[in-house]
């Protein structure tokens, strides 16, 4: 099983790029699941966004968009198709907004 990362430092949690991202690996149910030391190493301050990519192609349109979102919030250069949102529920669009905003303001 995957190991679980250390404690959240607090220079990322309040970090703009890191804000969105950790609300969603934080708050989603699946993603959350990922949220460990084999796919996010907080020391160095890395995601392993293209091995999070190939976990994520069973999943359903709504879990990729949300991981496709919280990668882009990271990093601009992991691409996020907005439209893609449509495929959200209430509960799901909610946190991506949330997760916007914090990256955004």
Known sequence: MNQAPQAIPSHLINDRYWKGTLHLF????????????????LQSARIAGDKLKRISAPWSQSEKFLLNLALHLFNERHKVNLSDMDYLDPHNKALAFEALRLRFG
């Open 26 to 41: 934080l708050n989603h149910g699946k993603l959350s699941r990922f949220l460990t030391d084999d796919f996010i190493d």
